[in-house]
């Protein structure tokens, strides 16, 4: 990876800009995860208020264990979404707190690979993870998800419309500290055109937000992972649950290493060697598991904050914090949460479009400033089984993924997990490798 900066363009940080400017920052990036971190307890019923503050602490924690150096923010992960609402063999649905378990042992996952990232060096290890094989996956990251911002979108093009309008505009024309904060301006255009063009969207705010209590906490014992254990435990179905969620982990790390490569390769730096990759993963390993047992969705490093970097060149790990100092404080205030939850889904739409696209062409980014040789054929059967396998799964079937039997249990695994692992077994057995970790990656001055 060579994460060279284009001069070109300038680079701002916290410091720089002053306390006013670095709050507006920071609520861009609280905007701009809200869309799909509440979007994954509105489809599985857990908690939007305990969601906002995992995202939070998780992200904290998550600076913690990396030395304050990597500007990611954790939200809700949507790879997990197949782990709720699981049935035993015999047909007896999975309550969400069995399946928060589940969840929370797969985050433990995560500390078994940067154990091995810790022992073997990040050179081994990482040989299972070149440009290759990063690239498509990030690529397939931002394309898998497209679908579903245009889905919003269809709800009311105009609204959507709006917010994409007015982010390229901020973006491309835009002076000072608008063309920093396109996302946060897109938002709110977004949602106030939705007010005065649909009335629907409007009464559902309204009354949203007028049933919704001020002042509450964000966590509920009863729904939490912790409150199964007592004398009523289902040990059979504790096990079912554990055994079907942990192997989505194999493919969330693979992301996890995407997304990583993803920040490092807009911000400039080496994250994968500094802080290492051992470090990120532990910091997100801990994030999912807290957050699960607390009865909040697993952690992932953020894509849409990553599109957000892209967009602001603000590279300042400390903007990100105080995102998730506002997302835990928020946490506590059922209204702002309704307010959120009651956005209209266009907003988002328009918004994630923009953002998700950015994904995709950090992706390219990678493979391009790798100099990814296509004219070997191991190469291009690498990136077409990745790029065909997760897209192709993702729109098969409405779960946008396939499911594996084994015996009494049924794994299921997305398009991107079956391309994640296909594409780390292609470039490990092929022959015809040339990536060196240490030789190929060099960090911008």
């Known amino acids: 990876m060579n994460h060279s900066e284009n001069v070109n363009e300038a680079v701002y940080d916290a410091k720089s800009l002053g306390p006013a400017k670095t709050t507006i920052l920071g609520l861009q990036h609280l905007f701009a995860m809200f869309g799909a971190t509440v979007l994954v307890p509105a489809i599985t019923g857990l908690n939007v208020s305990t969601t906002l503050l995992f995202a939070g602490l998780g992200t904290l924690l998550f600076h913690l264990v990396t030395g304050r150096k990597v500007p990611a923010f954790l939200g809700s992960s949507f790879a997990f979404l197949g782990a709720y609402g699981l049935v035993t063999a015999s047909g007896q649905e999975i309550p969400l707190t069995y399946s928060s378990f589940g969840v929370a042992m797969a985050g433990l996952v995560y500390l078994v690979l940067a154990a091995l990232f810790k022992v073997f060096g990040a050179k081994k290890v990482m040989r299972f993870f070149p440009p290759i094989v990063t690239g498509p996956i990030i690529i397939c990251i931002g394309l898998t998800l497209a679908g579903t911002a245009i889905t919003s979108c269809s709800a009311n093009w105009i609204v959507a419309l709006t917010a994409i309008v ?10 000072g500290m608008v063309k920093i904060v396109p996302i946060l301006l897109g938002v709110v255009a977004s949602y106030l055109m939705a007010m005065i063009v649909d009335p629907a969207a409007r009464d559902t705010v309204v009354k949203t937000v007028a049933e919704a209590e001020w ?28 055994i079907t969620i942990v192997p989505i982990s194999l493919a969330t790390m693979v992301e996890h290493v995407g997304d990583v490569c993803a920040i490092s390769s807009t911000v400039g730096k080496n994250f994968v060697a500094d802080p290492g990759l051992h470090r990120t993963l532990v910091g997100d390993g801990l994030a999912t598991s807290i957050a699960a047992l607390f ?3 697993a952690n992932t490093t953020y894509g849409e904050n990553t599109g957000v970097l892209a967009l602001s060149k603000v ?3 400390m903007v990100v914090r105080l995102a998730a100092v506002f997302a835990i404080i928020l946490s506590f205030c ?22 998700y696209g950015m994904i995709s062409a950090v992706g390219v980014r990678n493979v391009v400033e790798n100099q990814v040789d296509f004219t070997k054929s191991r190469n291009v059967l ?9 897209v192709g799964i993702k729109y098969y079937d409405p779960s946008g993924a396939i499911s594996l039997n084994l015996g009494a249990i049924t794994i299921s695994l997305s398009g991107l997990a079956v391309a994640a692992l296909v594409g780390i077994a292609l470039n490990a057995i092929l022959p015809g490798k040339d990536y060196e970790f240490n030789a190929d990656i060099q960090e911008s001055k």
Do not use: H, R
């Open 166 to 175: 007015v982010v390229v505009i901020c973006n491309i024309w835009g002076k």
């Open 215 to 242: 002042i509450g906490l964000p966590v509920v014992w009863e729904e939490t992972a912790l409150s199964i254990f007592g004398k009523d435990l289902d040990v059979n179905m504790l096990v079912t649950a554990v």
């Open 295 to 297: 009865g909040a969705p």
């Open 315 to 317: 590279y300042d790990p």
């Open 334 to 355: 059922p209204k702002f949460a309704a307010l959120i939850v009651a956005m209209p889904g266009a907003t988002m739409g328009g918004v994630s479009i923009v953002l």
């Open 382 to 390: 690498i990136a077409a089984l990745i790029m065909g396998l997760a």
